[in-house]
């Protein structure tokens, strides 16, 4: 079946615009993740869903920052009043079960954002 | 922050070569995963060691694991071009966690 998809690839934004970013995980896929990549280093996590519900939003860097998955399945995140440090590439991962890291999650290939 | 942090950095080869990625971390785990990144790519799910588990192949895969100096090892064996690429590892912070966190990660370019 289809990947865990991101839309859009890329979104280019003036400081201070509010941005939506969209994740459609794998089907029937139980736990949804968001990462913050910057360039050169490794994922760091933002928030973690279990279905509908938000579990772990303690990687969020501030109260700008804001995601939700309403019907369990594709999920939003979004940015109000952006910062040029925002900029960065924004993951979504799934994996089929919830609350283990046992599961490997599979990644969408981000959305790249730049804030001007 | 970041627990897993690998080293090199950065790693060229020719192909046909082995290729060794260290990773080393702080706190105790369950497991310990490595994902390949290519560039303006998702990462992609490599292997995945359980902190009772020595060693672990894949294919052209070796990881092993040493929960005593907290360390893993990737090797890829008769490495190809295509190898070419980011090589992170992840762990997470013990039973019934479910957060990864993940390490700067090695930069492997196979050279044809």
């Known amino acids: 079946g289809a990947g865990v998809s991101q839309s859009p690839r890329y979104k280019v934004a003036k400081r201070g615009q509010d941005v939506a970013l969209r994740c459609d995980p794998i089907?029937?896929?139980?736990?949804l993740f968001w990462y913050q990549q910057a360039l050169g280093q490794g994922p760091e996590f933002l928030t973690y869903f279990q279905n509908e519900a938000q579990l772990d939003k303690s990687g969020l860097p501030s109260d700008r920052f804001f995601a939700e998955r309403p019907e369990g399945s594709v999920s939003t995140l979004k940015i109000q009043r952006t910062q040029q440090e925002d900029s960065a590439v924004y993951l979504c991962?799934?994996?089929?079960?919830?609350?283990?890291?046992?599961?490997?999650?599979?990644f969408g290939d981000g959305t790249r954002l730049s804030i001007l | 922050s970041q627990q897993g942090e690998e080293d090199p950095q950065a790693l060229s080869i020719q192909e046909g070569e082995n290729a060794t990625m260290n990773c080393s971390y702080k706190?105790?785990?369950?497991?310990l995963q490595w994902y390949r990144q290519n560039s303006g790519r998702g990462l992609v799910h490599l292997i995945l060691i359980r902190s009772n588990e020595r060693e672990k192949h894949s294919g052209r895969l070796r990881v092993t694991l040493d929960t005593s100096k907290k360390s893993s090892s990737l090797l890829i064996t008769a490495s190809r071009a295509a190898d070419t690429a980011s090589y992170f590892c992840?762990?997470?912070?013990?039973?019934?966690?479910?957060?990864?966190?993940f390490g700067k990660g090695t930069k492997l370019s196979v050279i044809p």
């Open positions: 991962a799934s994996s089929h079960a919830g609350g283990v890291s046992s599961q490997p999650q599979h």
């Open positions: 992840a762990t997470d912070s013990g039973a019934g966690s479910y957060q990864l966190t």
């Open positions: 706190t105790s785990i369950n497991n």
């Open positions: 089907s029937g896929h139980v736990s």
